[in-house]
Nanobody, 121 residues
């Protein structure tokens, strides 16, 4: 029904930058919140940043001032600009889209497959 695909991960040195993209496609009436999460080895998945359809944003404390989330509603796409990266930012980054499939009814959460971000010291 809905596909969520992340891109833009890679290997970067500490202090560097990366920009992640996430595009949702398929049967979509409206996307509410789009969010970025991350999961490091041996740790639980945690919220990094999220953005609503009217551009209200929320950030985890550990990325405030370094990461910026934005979205293009016309393209059903969300971005995560990551600056001043640290080795502890190394993780698989996942995108989640909270989607209404039709004008009535609930919204459903859809996950992407994840993209690896590795920050070397």
């Amino acid at each position: 029904q809905v596909q969520v695909v992340e891109s833009g991960g890679g290997l970067v040195q500490a202090g560097g930058s990366l920009r992640l993209s996430c595009a949702a496609s398929g049967i979509i009436f409206k996307i509410n919140v789009m969010g970025w999460y991350r999961q490091a080895p041996g740790k639980q998945r945690e919220l990094v940043a999220s953005i609503t359809s009217d551009d209200s944003t929320n950030y985890a404390d550990f990325v405030k001032g370094r990461f910026t989330v934005s979205r293009d509603n016309a393209k059903n796409t969300v971005y995560l600009q990551m600056n001043s990266l640290k080795p502890e930012d190394t993780a698989v980054y996942y995108c989640n889209a909270n989607v209404h499939l039709e004008s009535v009814g609930p919204a459903w959460g859809f996950w992407g497959q994840g993209t690896q971000v590795t920050v070397s010291s």
